[in-house]
């Protein structure tokens, strides 16, 4: 099993900026993809950012310019640094692991995993 663990949520001001993390832990034999997700009061979960094993990074139209995604493959982490955020950003952003390569004993198998979330509230 892999677990995903968030922080760096929190209330900020419009402008502002605030870092995202999330630590992958477990049986992990490899990570492909992981990326963010958000998901707002009364709106479907959206992706934000996804980057791939080899630093190749996708973004959602409306955070290009003022997001960047990051990871480090030696330790299992992605980040998301949001700058000049604005109350439409507001929402639960949840981290991904897409097709982790997981083991249990001598058997290997992929999974999707998902963060529990961490709020991010953009208001003055």
């Known amino acids: 099993q892999v677990e995903l663990v968030e922080s760096g949520g929190g209330l900020v001001q419009p402008g502002g900026s605030l870092r995202l993390s999330c630590a992958a832990s477990?049986?992990?034999?490899?990570?492909?993809?992981m990326g963010w997700y958000r998901q707002a009061p009364g709106k479907q979960r959206e992706l934000v950012a996804i980057?791939?094993?080899?630093?190749?990074?996708n973004y959602v139209d409306s955070v290009k310019g003022r997001f960047t995604i990051s990871r480090d493959n030696a330790k299992n982490t992605v980040d998301l640094q949001m700058n000049s955020l604005k109350p439409p950003d507001t929402a639960l952003y949840y981290c991904?692991?897409?097709?982790?390569?997981?083991?249990?004993?001598?058997?290997?198998?992929?999974?999707?995993?998902w963060g529990q979330g961490t709020q991010v509230t953009v208001s003055s």
């Open positions: 991904i692991a897409e097709n982790a390569i997981v083991y249990s004993g001598s058997r290997y198998s992929a999974k999707t995993y």
């Open positions: 477990g049986s992990i034999f490899s990570l492909n993809a």
């Open positions: 980057i791939t094993r080899d630093g190749t990074t």
